[in-house]
Structures are given as structure tokens and as C-alpha cells.
């Protein structure tokens, strides 16, 4: 018998299986128009072919890829094509994607300069551009990261280390007992994210500072607490239902006037200011001292990246980094010192790419084009008597019809039908329906195709109800 590494570098010279995996690829991009945007129950029955012990001997490349191949891309939801609406899913530019299957071929380890300098490079180059798209002061570092939570995490961390030390304590040296209080500022409509770095870091829920929002879900300036150097303020770029944005030029200008950090979580929303119609939504916004944004929301970049972006890189290098003697630093960026990890992808590359493929105008339609379809969903929704709930200010529709029953059953018609996927939510008390266009395939088609959707939705209900 051939021994195990004969038998994997043989493979890896022939192809065979790299070919492989790239035709089923290529079968699947082809059908992705047809299959059901959320799979069917019959499909998502099929997963328990993957409920098999771990044998003894293996199994070849060949078996196992077509295997997933059969069973496991029948079972994703085809966020790629144009009607998946749910959450705030971007696609993959396939420029993008393209870099991304050849980084994978380099397998690199991202944190150190001596374990990938390209990576390296690329992440400085990522940053610098992403500073000038976004108008970010000079001394601004960034650290790519798996997505908008792990930078909230990092950024927050890097407040309170600022924050302890303008206090006169050492968090590092002395962690959080007896530590000074940290005021901890949010309104009610923060991101699920934000919530669970509270908790991670210590801070509890319970502790918030709770400001009211308004009826987009923007906090309500005038409801601040008065505030003061022990402040950590957390505002939102994109709230996840409306879609708004928080007034950073106010809170900033009054935080600033105390010494408070201010963070903003800007997830999908921050891209805004990279456009020429929405940068006013974005107003005052560098006027804070750190940001979270993800490259694979809007921007449509693939999955697993995610930028935090720090005006006081001490802070975010001293709240996160580690140390080890085996370490070696260089003179160039060495990755791991602005993100939580150590071990990572090469997830610049992906970024790099989407930004290099779309320049700065491309950027400015692709994003531009999300608010048009966006519009364009909330007036043929409007138009056949949905409510809508929202100022469709940016790439989210929040809609309902009638009473909940009546929304959660249409929402229930439209994501079984196969043809387009969206959540629901609570808004305000009562279910809403949420559709977030985020896709560079979704075009004007798609969102005609939706509105027809939901209509035929409300036909079907109103049969039910009268027969
Ligand atoms: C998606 C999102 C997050 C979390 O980002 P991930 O990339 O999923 O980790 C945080 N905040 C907002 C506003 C989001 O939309």
C-alpha cells in the first residue's frame, strides 16, 4: 500500500482532486438561479448522510468531495444568487473570490511578518486604503479580523484599556478588581454583537446606560447622560432593521469635550461614507476613536473578514496583544498585534481584491445600487399595501401588513416558496418582515420578481381567509 504522503503528493501534483472540487464549484455557480433560496425539506433531510461515525481507514478525496458536493450544496441557502434579502448577507465578488481560492493554495499563516509577508503588505496596504475611503484620521491602524464582532470586541477592549488608564489604572497589570468604573453608554437598539462583548468583557448588561431611540432606532441625542472621561459611548453605522444611522457629529463633539471614547458599529453601515449620495449619513463619524466594519456585508467580499479600525493604536495593541518569547517582530505590520488572534487566514487578500477590483467609483455604484433596489422593494411593497416601516435611507426595508398573524403568515408563504429568502423581526413591539438587498447579482428583475412574490403571498392568505 502506498504510503499516506505518497499517496497526498500524488494528489496534490495530479489535480485530481482540486479539479474536482472546481467542477462541482462551477456546477454549482450554474445553478444557483434555479435552486431553491432556502433548501427544501427534502434537501435539508439529506443531512443525515453526514451523521456517520468516524471510521477507521479514511475515505478518499474523491468519495468525500462528491459526497458534499451532493448532499451539502443542496443544503446551503443561495445567498449568492439575487433574492436572498436575509439578515445583512453580502455576496462574493468573484474577482474577489478568485484571490481568495489562490490564497487558499498558499495556506498562510496571517500574524506575523515572517510567517506570510505578503499578508502582511496587504493588510497594510488594505489599511491605508481603508482610511482614505472612509476619511479616517492619520494615526488610525487597523486589524483584520473574522468579522464586525470580533472587531466590537477588540475596539471595546481597547476603550476600556484607555479608558482605565486615563484613570490612572493598569488593566493589564491589575485586571478589573477594584478597578475605577467604566460608564458604559448605548441605546437600546445596539447590535446582539455589542451586547455579548459587554458580557465577554466584563462589563454585564445590567450596567448599560440605557438612551432611548427614536422611531428609526437612532438614539436620541438629547436623552445622553451627561457624560465624562470614565464614558465608553457605543453608537451604530446601519442599524440592523431600519438601516439608520446614529448622529456621530453631536455625540461625538460632546464626548470628546470630556475625554469619553466613543465606538461606532458600522458593520454594513460605514460603507456609506464611501459613497457620494449617503456620506451625509455618515456626517462627523471620524470624529470618533474606533470603528468596526465587515468587508464581507456590503462591500461583498467573502466570508471571514472583518476590519477594526482604532485612532490610538497603543490602545488597541495593549488591550490585545500577546507576547511570547518565539515571537518575532518585524519592521513591517505584524498582523496579529491588532486582532485577538494568532493563527489566521490571509483574509486581506479577499479584501484587497474587492477593493483593487471595484475602485473607488465601483465601490461608490455597487453600494449606491443596493439603496436604489432597496427603494425600489419598499414602493412595490408599498404599492400593494404593505406597510412600510422605515426611511430607506440605505439597503434595508422593514415592512408588515396588517397585524402579526397576518405578517408572520406571509412570512412564513414567502420564505417556503423557494424563490426569495428574508427574516422576520420584532419592531417595536409587533413582527415585521426584513429585507436587506446586499448583493451585487440582486438587480431590478429580482426585485420585480419579490414584489410578485409577496403579492402572490397575500392572494393566497386572502383565499384561506375567505374560503
Ligand atoms: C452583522 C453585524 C454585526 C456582527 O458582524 P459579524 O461580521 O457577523 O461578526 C455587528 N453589528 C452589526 C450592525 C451587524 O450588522
Keep these: 500500500m502506498m504510503s499516506l ?28 438561479e434555479e435552486m431553491d433560496v432556502f433548501p427544501s425539506d427534502k434537501n435539508l433531510k439529506n443531512l443525515i448522510q453526514f451523521d456517520e461515525e468516524l471510521n477507521d481507514n479514511g475515505c478518499s478525496g474523491d468519495i468525500l468531495l462528491n459526497k458534499l458536493h451532493r448532499y451539502g450544496s443542496q443544503a446551503t441557502v443561495a445567498q449568492t444568487g439575487g433574492r436572498y434579502f436575509g439578515f445583512v448577507n453580502g455576496n462574493a465578488i468573484p474577482a474577489s473570490l478568485g484571490a481568495k481560492w489562490l490564497a487558499d493554495i498558499w495556506d498562510q499563516v496571517g500574524g ?31 486589524g483584520f ?17 484607555q479608558i482605565l488608564k486615563n484613570l490612572g489604572w493598569d488593566i493589564n497589570k491589575k485586571g478589573l478588581n477594584g478597578a475605577p468604573k467604566i460608564r458604559i453608554i448605548a441605546h437600546d437598539q445596539v447590535h446582539a454583537s455589542v451586547k455579548r462583548t459587554l458580557t465577554i468583557l466584563g462589563f454585564g448588561t445590567d450596567n448599560v446606560e440605557r438612551v432611548p431611540a427614536d ?9 445622553l447622560p451627561k457624560l465624562d472621561k470614565s464614558c465608553i459611548v457605543l453608537l451604530q453605522a446601519g442599524n440592523v432593521n431600519t438601516g ?26 460605514l460603507w456609506a461614507a464611501a459613497t457620494k ?36 493604536p497603543d490602545a488597541l495593541v495593549s488591550a490585545i496583544h500577546a507576547t511570547g518569547d518565539y515571537l518575532i517582530h518585524s519592521e513591517h505590520k505584524d498582523p496579529y498585534l491588532y486582532g485577538p488572534e494568532m493563527s489566521k487566514r490571509c483574509r486581506s487578500v479577499e479584501l484587497w481584491a474587492a477593493m483593487k477590483y471595484l475602485g473607488k467609483n465601483g465601490i461608490d455604484e455597487m453600494i449606491t445600487g443596493f439603496n436604489q433596489r432597496a427603494n425600489q422593494l419598499a414602493q412595490g411593497l408599498e404599492k400593494i399595501g404593505f406597510t412600510i416601516h422605515n426611511d430607506v435611507v440605505f439597503n434595508q426595508v422593514l415592512v408588515s401588513y396588517h ?13 417556503q416558496s423557494g424563490n426569495m429568502w428574508c427574516g422576520g423581526t420584532i419592531w417595536q413591539g409587533n413582527s415585521a418582515i426584513r429585507l436587506s438587498v446586499c448583493s451585487w447579482m440582486t ?23 375567505t374560503t
Design 5 to 32: 504522503k505518497k499517496k497526498m503528493k500524488a494528489e496534490m501534483q495530479d489535480k485530481k482532486i482540486l479539479n474536482q472540487a472546481r467542477d462541482h464549484a462551477f456546477e454549482y455557480i450554474d445553478q444557483i
Design 112 to 142: 506575523l511578518y515572517v510567517s506570510s509577508p505578503i499578508n502582511s503588505k496587504l493588510e497594510s496596504v488594505c489599511e491605508e486604503w481603508l482610511k482614505d475611503l472612509f476619511n479616517l484620521p492619520e494615526s488610525t491602524v487597523a
Design 145 to 161: 479580523v473574522s468579522g464586525t464582532s470580533m472587531a466590537n470586541l477588540s475596539a471595546i477592549a481597547a476603550a476600556r484599556f
Design 215 to 223: 422611531d428609526q432606532g437612532r438614539v436620541i441625542v438629547e436623552a
Design 244 to 269: 439608520a444611522f446614529d448622529n456621530f457629529d453631536a455625540v461625538c463633539d460632546l464626548a470628546n469635550e470630556v475625554n469619553a471614547w466613543v465606538h461606532i458599529d458600522g458593520a454594513f453601515g
Design 277 to 312: 449620495s449617503m456620506s451625509y449619513l455618515t456626517k462627523g463619524m471620524e470624529k470618533a476613536s474606533s470603528w468596526a466594519v465587515d468587508g464581507h456585508k456590503t462591500l461583498n467580499a467573502p466570508y471571514d473578514s472583518g476590519i477594526v479600525l482604532c485612532k490610538h
Design 403 to 415: 397585524d402579526d398573524e397576518t405578517t408572520d403568515a406571509i412570512l412564513n408563504n414567502v420564505q
Design 443 to 465: 438587480d431590478e428583475n429580482d426585485i420585480a420578481e419579490t414584489i410578485n412574490i409577496f403579492e402572490k403571498a397575500l392572494s393566497q392568505l386572502t383565499k384561506t381567509v
